[in-house]
């Protein structure tokens, strides 16, 4: 990353996205739990991979799993 005096990222969103891979780690930082239900959308929550019981109770995002794209299929 190239920090200006300030410590701000002073790179162009272009440069910070063509980086983006070389700064990326093979771990996934986050966990996907997908819940399928037979009378309503089936549910997507997301998770801190690392974190303990106690705060995954307040850290995650639910969706419906309709609103869920592969990264893949949209880059």
């Known amino acids: 990353m ?3 005096a300030n410590g701000y990222d002073d ?3 272009g440069q910070r996205l063509a980086s983006a891979g070389d700064e990326a780690d093979d771990r ?3 966990e996907c739990l997908v819940v399928r ?3 309503r959308p089936d549910r997507c ?3 801190p991979r690392e974190c303990s019981d106690e ?3 307040t850290h995650w995002l639910s ?3 309709s609103a869920v794209v592969d990264l893949e299929d949209v880059r």
Do not use: F
């Open 2 to 4: 190239s920090e200006s």
């Open 11 to 13: 790179r162009t969103i």
């Open 28 to 30: 996934r930082p986050l």
């Open 37 to 39: 239900y037979r009378n």
């Open 45 to 47: 929550t997301i998770t």
């Open 55 to 57: 705060e995954r109770i």
């Open 63 to 65: 969706a419906d799993l």
